[in-house]
């Protein structure tokens, strides 16, 4: 079945889906939030309106493979298959499949692009077509937003603050079940599992 992305928050991913050439950027569904990098080891923006992570995460593994954001316990509870890795400028990311029907499916990028966590996504909300905050599991800041509005077509995107220099973008694409008609909860449940495979 032939997938796109759709764009989530126009962070500048230029590997999503809208992501523009130049500035922050998203994760897999949007562009990811573009990097000024100074020579501290970040440079949060100077409103810093973005919640702190409470208690960074161990992100060794998932910033080489995204499949590693949820272990087997975590797919098999989801209803997800092995994950199919690939790479995209905005860092690597993940294709999940749903086992009994693979036209509904996850792809999760952690966005190594940039350098400043879910700040970036913050930075760049005016450009989504819708934009929420909420929190995965153990208080782990997260937000809906993407730049396009494709929820009533089973696509919702999720960012996930795994520490204050780095977010994870969970873009759901669901075409069947109940997925399809609520794709944020799925996103959520994601988040939350990713959580827990992290140690949160």
């Given at each position: 079945m032939n997938r796109r992305l759709i764009a989530v928050p126009a962070l500048a991913f230029a590997v999503l889906a809208l992501a523009g050439c130049a500035g922050k950027t998203r994760g897999t569904a949007n562009p990811a939030p573009s990097t000024a990098e100074s020579g501290s080891e970040t440079s949060r923006s100077t409103a810093d309106t973005a919640p702190h992570v409470p208690r960074p995460l161990n992100t060794a593994s998932i910033t080489s493979d995204a499949?590693?954001?949820?272990?087997?316990?975590?797919?098999?509870?989801?209803?997800?298959?092995?994950?199919?890795?690939?790479?995209?400028?905005?860092?690597?990311?993940?294709?999940?499949?749903?086992?009994?029907?693979?036209?509904?499916?996850?792809?999760?990028?952690?966005?190594?692009?940039?350098?400043?966590?879910?700040?970036?996504?913050?930075?760049?909300?005016?450009?989504?077509?819708?934009?929420?905050?909420?929190?995965?599991?153990?208080?782990?800041?997260?937000?809906?937003?993407?730049?396009?509005?494709?929820?009533?077509?089973?696509?919702?995107?999720?960012?996930?603050?795994?520490t204050d220099q780095l977010a994870v973008n969970v873009l759901v694409q669901y075409d069947n079940g109940a997925g399809a008609s609520d794709p944020c909860s799925v996103a959520q449940k994601f988040g939350d599992a990713m959580i827990h495979t992290l140690g949160g």
């Open positions: 499949c590693a954001t949820i272990d087997a316990s975590a797919r098999s509870s989801l209803g997800l298959g092995e994950g199919r890795p690939r790479s995209t400028g905005n860092g690597p990311s993940c294709t999940f499949q749903e086992s009994a029907d693979p036209g509904n499916q996850i792809d999760v990028t952690t966005v190594t692009a940039n350098k400043n966590g879910l700040q970036d996504v913050y930075d760049t909300k005016a450009n989504d077509a819708y934009w929420g905050e909420s929190q995965a599991y153990g208080g782990y800041p997260s937000v809906f937003a993407a730049a396009v509005d494709d929820r009533k077509n089973g696509k919702c995107g999720l960012f996930v603050g795994v």
